[in-house]
């Protein structure tokens, strides 16, 4: 497979020879997205449903599918099951992922979104997904352990019967064999998985990040300086809080810098975070530093809000607005 990786001019690839390193991401709550529009939402009547589409979903799933879009090889660990299960499967097949799936009992949770043309707004349903028992989630860490990644980004909620130190468990798997692990996740997830050690780089936004911290933050400044005294305590080497259409904070053990976001038109804004998380680690895995990373973050995440429903981002759209990241 042709490799593409990030250059300097502010092009986002071009065929290398490289060995690529080895990203594989982990989704333990994935779901089938389904996604429509209605002329408006009202009780009772059918309403008409139109631009009916379907898309493997869930944080990993996300992030690999846009890492797939600028030209990375990924391996998707996903726990599915019942009759949803294949289903899932199959769809993970048409988007060209490498699927590595663990089996379950329990069926794969559909999410749905619906578009309402009259107003232009957004309602999102997503269940909670399937009860996992202790030989399944086990069974994950089995299937990890043998795995040789570089990358492992973890992206997503526990579902039920999962421990919620589950993150932490897996943090020292990575750190024991040497695999960065990016953590995009939330509550006791998060600060189990941050405090364990061991990963690399953690992604909240700021609801995320202010649960993490106990505290709230008036300006992105507070963020900062916050972020950094996290990266200084856990070991880690960045965190990254992500602000919505304000921006994002980019924290290391010395640094932090604020990176205001472009003023877009928003279409939907399903998976930004997800696609800002690809963005950042296709380019840290083809060896670019961090303030480059974080602009390729920025692009990558705003690109997600310039697409309806849950297309996620489009490589032609991160590679406009990573050349504005980094004029501005
Ligand atoms: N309206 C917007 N305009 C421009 N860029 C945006 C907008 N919303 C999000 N972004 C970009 O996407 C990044 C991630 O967005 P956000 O903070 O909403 O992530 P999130 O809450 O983790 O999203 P998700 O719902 O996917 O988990 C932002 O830091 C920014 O770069
Ligand atoms: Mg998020």
Sequence with gaps: MCSLRLVRNGDLGQATPMAQPVIATLTMNPAIDLSYEVDAIEPTRKLRAR???LFPGGGGINVARVLARLGRSVSCVYLAGGTTGPTF???VAEHGLH???VPIAGTTRIATTVHEARSGLEYRFTPPGPNVSEAEWRACIDRLEEMEADWLIASGSLPEGVPTDFYAHLAAQAARKGTRLVLDSS???LRAGVAG????MAKPNQDEFEKLTGRTFATPQAIGEAAREVVRTSGMIAIVVTLGNEGAVLATADHFEFCPALALETKSAVGAGDSFVAGMVHALAGGEDMADA????MASGSAAILTAGTSLALREDIERLYAEYRKA
């Design 89 to 91: 499967e199959a769809l």
């Design 51 to 53: 631009r009916e589409c």
């Design 187 to 189: 509550g006791e997830a």
């Design 197 to 200: 050690g061991g990963v690399y």
């Design 99 to 101: 699927a590595v799936p």
């Design 294 to 297: 974080f602009r390729l973050g």
